[in-house]
């Protein structure tokens, strides 16, 4: 089994996509693990990061890293999260879709499609 993964990250503050977000993608080799790292990039232009996970993903737990930090750093603003960090099951194969709206001090996310 191997299913696909995208990510897109949304700018709440100006209600515009995020781009220049480092995201990395890391499979959960067992509790209390960080995991391995299985794929990264940055954000386009439209929020979005092309070919995030080449291989796939295989059933099992995975994180996605959003380095949120520095990208408020650039902007010159105070941030309270300096990543987020979302854990997720791939149970089934299909494309799954982790977005993310992002503000200073609170972001939101859930399963797309």
């Given amino acids: 089994m191997t299913s696909t993964l995208s990510t ?3 700018d709440a503050v100006h209600g515009a996509p995020a781009s220049g977000v480092g995201v990395t993608v890391f499979a ?9 790292p299985i794929g990264s990039g940055t954000t386009d232009d ?16 995975y994180r996605i890293v959003f380095a949120t ?4 750093e650039r902007a010159g603003v105070r941030a309270f999260y300096p990543e987020v960090a979302i854990t997720f099951v791939v149970d089934e194969e ?15 996310t859930y399963r797309g499609s």
């Fill in 46 to 61: 439209d929020g979005r990061v092309a070919g995030l996970v080449p291989d796939g993903l295989r059933q099992g737990t």
């Fill in 8 to 10: 897109h990250v949304l």
């Fill in 28 to 36: 959960q080799t067992g509790a209390g693990s960080d995991g391995q």
């Fill in 69 to 72: 930090g520095s990208f408020f």
């Fill in 94 to 108: 299909r494309h799954y879709h982790v977005p993310l709206l992002l503000s200073p001090f609170a972001f939101s």
